[in-house]
């Protein structure tokens, strides 16, 4: 089993849809988990951090399950500036087991 | 804002070549970073750094070296650049010993070696 594993997608939405993205991962002990974004042949950028008690900023709620070990990410009201690629990583305590999944594809269409 | 520069956006080198990849920061951050990303294998840990002159292997480390003699700045280098380390090569850094803290990406150096 992978250590973080995402659906790769794509996921085609049409705008204002709502779609969430999961993101499981093996390690109980990991300590903390963020969604990163991907603008295709860019760099990945910080979207948000995943807290325990869940996290909202506008649009977005990031969610982490600690019983099933995965977290989430609810994208509300889509729109066309949403289509990248989504990564989660997942901090495994101590500096080397920072791991990425390999992303979830959202295409947002007219 | 932080701001994390590679040298290079494109390199094009050729198979046996020495190659040198530089990553500069401006926020002081104690941890850097070395990752190669590839279709359906996603980022992937060559190297880290937590501290100025040290280093950690990452999960592939094997074919490269990395160097870090000032805090702000980090290279990675092939020591004899091979095909299958044709890829993009993205540098990061993050503030602190913790992993609470998110990592600060450099806009990527795509190395194609032929």
């Known amino acids: 089993r992978k250590e973080v594993e995402q659906d790769p997608g794509p996921f085609n939405v049409p705008e204002g849809a709502t779609v969430a993205f999961n993101c499981t991962y093996s390690?109980?002990?990991?300590?903390?988990f963020f969604w990163y974004r991907q603008d295709c042949r860019k760099e990945p950028k910080l979207l948000m951090s995943?807290?325990?008690s869940g996290n909202e900023d506008g649009r977005f709620t990031a969610q982490l399950n600690r019983a099933s070990q995965y977290i989430s990410l609810l994208i509300r009201d889509s729109k066309l500036s949403d289509s990248a690629t989504y990564l989660c990583?997942?901090?495994?305590?101590?500096?080397?087991?920072?791991?990425f999944g390999t992303g979830t594809k959202l295409q947002v269409i007219p | 804002d932080v701001k994390v520069t590679q040298s290079s956006r494109y390199l094009v080198k050729r198979t046996g070549e020495k190659v040198f990849l530089e990553c500069v920061q401006d926020?002081?951050?104690?941890?850097m970073f070395w990752y190669r990303q590839d279709p359906g294998l996603g980022l992937r840990l060559i190297y880290f750094?937590?501290?100025?002159?040290?280093?950690e292997k990452g999960d592939i480390p094997e074919g490269y070296s990395v160097s870090r003699e000032k805090k702000e700045r980090f290279s990675l280098i092939l020591e004899s650049a091979s095909t299958n380390q044709t890829s993009m090569y993205l540098c990061?850094?993050?503030?602190?010993?913790?992993?609470?803290?998110?990592?600060?990406f450099g806009p990527g150096t795509r190395l194609t070696v032929t």
């Open positions: 990061a850094s993050r503030k602190g010993l913790a992993d609470i803290y998110e990592q600060y």
């Open positions: 390690n109980s002990a990991s300590q903390s």
């Open positions: 995943v807290y325990s």
């Open positions: 990583v997942v901090n495994g305590g101590g500096y080397q087991k920072v791991t």
């Open positions: 926020m002081d951050h104690e941890n």
């Open positions: 750094s937590y501290d100025v002159k040290m280093k």
